[in-house]
């Protein structure tokens, strides 16, 4: 059995923020473990990535990062450039989306002056008129 491949890019990111994410990846064609120091240290290098598990036996790779620093496009795009494929089936192709969708999302709220305006549901329950 083969062990996961785990690589840190940095270790002063905090890995319990709340922009933290991980996400697990197939790929194809990772059945040779020659790829997988390379792919993990290609993607460690990548700012805002904080931990990468290579697993060759599932073909899946599982990224840890920091949407507010990086997005699921660069992710991939270093994936790619790394000789490493995601899956673009239907069901990859609509998860891909999704995650789009909130790493843009958090990136917004990160770097917005003002809190959101109807996700903390405190100030939601303290606005509600008492009988």
């Known amino acids: 059995m083969q062990e996961p491949t785990s690589a840190i890019s940095n270790d002063s990111t905090d890995q319990n923020s709340d922009s933290s994410v991980s996400r697990w990846f197939s790929v194809e064609g990772l059945d040779n473990g020659l790829y997988a120091p390379t792919i993990a240290q290609a993607l460690a290098q990548q700012p805002g990535v904080q931990d990468v598990r ?6 899946g790779i599982r990224i840890r990062y920091d949407n507010a620093v990086i997005g699921i496009e660069a992710v991939i795009e270093a994936l790619r450039n790394a000789g490493c494929h995601p899956r ?3 069901w990859d ?3 891909y989306g999704w995650w789009r969708y909130l790493d843009e999302n958090a990136r917004g709220n990160a770097t917005s002056t003002q809190a959101p305006c109807c996700s903390n549901p405190a100030t939601i329950h303290a606005q509600r008129r008492r009988r």
């Open 54 to 59: 290579v697993n060759s036996e599932s073909d």
């Open 88 to 90: 673009q089936r239907f």
């Open 93 to 95: 192709r609509l998860k």
